[in-house]
Every structure is written in structure tokens, then in C-alpha cells.
């Protein structure tokens, strides 16, 4: 149960955060393009949690799955994971020019981070404990 929790809680804001406050300010910076930076980006979390939520629980599930049959470098292949499923939301998207071009490549990264570290924590949560009951 924490695991969805953390998942579902924590996925879908860092995954907007990896794409607008990182991703795209180093494309911006590469490309010679003004920074576009911006806090007010934060209203539209409500839609990154509805367009999110659903790959993040999908890899909640298989973090899940892979954490129970105690598969070595379960972190590594729960990135890998989210990173095919994060272009589940952009099928709808794919006839944009921008999605035609080597970027579309790196929209997996915003799915493949938040997973990483979610899986993460996951592990910690239940070492954190096994050592308090230990």
C-alpha cells in the first residue's frame, strides 16, 4: 500500500518537474531559446496528476511485482518500465511536429527519474522497516 502511495503521490509532480524545470530549460539553454522558467507552472499540476497517474501506478504495480520475486536491479528496471509507459499519454500527441524529431526520445526521462526514485524510497520504506522491527 505505501508503495502505491508513493508512487501515485510523489511520480507524477516530479515527473513535470523533470520535464518543464529541468528538461526543457536545458533544450531552451542548448538551443540558444530564452529560459522559460516559471512558478506559475505549478496550477497546472492538477492536470499532470490526471495525465500521470495511471503509468505511475503502473509501475507501482510492477516495482511491486519485482520487489516480491526479489529481482536484483529492481530500480534500474522499474526506469526502464516507466520510461516506455510515459509515452502511453503522448499516443494522442504523436502527429505534433514537435514529437517527430530525436526530442521525443528524451520524453521518457520524465517517467524513467520519478520511477527510479520512487522504487527508491520503496526500498528504503521497507528496510527503514525491517530494522525497526528487527
Known amino acids: 500500500m505505501k508503495r502505491v502511495l508513493i508512487f501515485t503521490l510523489v511520480a507524477p509532480p516530479l515527473g513535470f518537474a523533470t520535464a518543464f524545470w529541468i528538461m526543457l530549460q536545458v ?17 497546472s499540476l492538477p492536470t499532470v496528476y490526471l495525465v500521470g497517474v495511471i503509468p505511475a501506478l503502473l509501475a507501482a504495480t510492477y516495482d511491486y511485482v519485482l520487489a516480491e520475486a526479489r529481482v536484483p536491479g529492481r530500480v534500474g528496471l522499474t526506469a526502464m518500465f516507466a520510461y516506455a509507459i ?5 499516443v494522442i500527441a504523436c502527429t505534433a511536429e514537435f514529437t517527430q524529431g530525436p526530442c521525443f526520445w528524451l520524453f521518457g526521462l520524465a517517467g524513467a527519474v520519478p520511477a527510479a526514485l520512487c522504487s527508491w524510497l520503496a526500498t528504503q520504506q521497507r528496510q527503514t522497516l525491517r530494522t525497526l522491527t528487527a
Open 27 to 43: 533544450a531552451n539553454w542548448a538551443s540558444g531559446s530564452p529560459c522559460t522558467f516559471d512558478l506559475r507552472q505549478v496550477g
Open 86 to 90: 510515459s509515452y502511453v499519454p503522448m
